[in-house]
């Protein structure tokens, strides 16, 4: 295979747009200590606070044993708390503390620039079928990844 071959295949283009989106988020969010994955969390349990773990993993399209560090650094950060279940208190609820919300509204013009960065070589029209089409393939293929969006699960 010619390596020029390579850059024409879908795969390999769309890990190249995560790499590039991924750093233009680090480039916009330069001055914050929030990841991408962070962000997703952290918006997330703004929308639906006092989820379990494994309902945030399913609702951030996290697999389940990256949620488990990744809310612990939140946690140590003081920007997430988690909470006793009410009905198992072995089961720990998550939501955002007063700090989280405040750093998630600091970071959201960021977080933005971003998305306007990254579809800055498209035209209006371009960026909407753009969107359309990559929900579409996101959506269609979404059991085929290993951590699937759920949004059912519920405590």
């Known amino acids: ?17 995560h790499q590039i989106s991924v750093s233009i988020f680090f480039d916009e969010c330069r001055d914050t200590d929030v990841t991408p994955m962070q ?4 918006t ?25 560090g990744l809310a612990e650094r939140l946690e140590e950060k003081g920007w997430i708390r988690r909470t006793p279940g009410i009905e198992d208190r072995r089961q720990k609820l998550l939501s955002l503390t007063d700090e989280g919300r405040r750093v998630l509204e600091q970071i959201e013009p960021a977080v933005e620039r971003t998305q306007q ?5 498209l035209g ?8 359309a089409l ?12 290993r951590a699937p969006y759920k949004e059912t699960s519920r405590p």
């Open 1 to 17: 295979m010619l390596p020029e071959e390579l850059h024409l295949k879908p795969g390999h283009l769309i890990r190249r747009a």
């Open 39 to 42: 962000y997703a969390v952290m």
């Open 44 to 68: 997330v349990l703004k929308a639906t606070p006092d989820l379990d773990q494994i309902t945030l993993a399913h609702r951030a399209a996290l697999d389940r044993s990256t949620i488990g």
């Open 117 to 121: 960065r990254i579809l800055a070589p």
């Open 124 to 131: 209006a029209e371009e960026r909407a079928t753009f969107m």
């Open 134 to 145: 990559l929900e579409r393939v996101v959506d269609e293929n979404n059991e085929a990844s």
